[in-house]
């Protein structure tokens, strides 16, 4: 075998093994940024029984902005 074919046949080794840690690599960073996502929101409440902010919008209403006093 001359250098040339050994060069290649190498090459073509080194590039199928970095494809597959590439893959390994974008694989395992998607899946801890869904877990990381996941595990911020599952504390987040929402619905009708969420006890979070009770946001009340008639207390902080200014529909008396325009009102001037006299």
């Not at 001359?2 to 190498?10: G, I, N, V, W």
């Not at 969420?50 to 009102?67: F, H, I, M, Q, R």
Request: charge should be negative; hydrophobic fraction near 40%; proline fraction near 3%.
């Amino acid at each position: 075998m001359d250098p040339r074919e050994s060069a290649q046949l190498e090459a073509e080794k080194t590039f199928e093994l970095f494809i597959l840690w590439t893959k390994r690599v974008v694989y395992i960073a998607i899946l801890a940024l869904l877990v990381s996502v996941f595990g911020c929101n599952s504390g987040v409440e929402t619905g009708k029984n969420a006890t979070g902010s009770k946001y009340n919008g008639e207390a902080y209403d200014p529909s008396n902005l325009n009102v001037k006093d006299n």
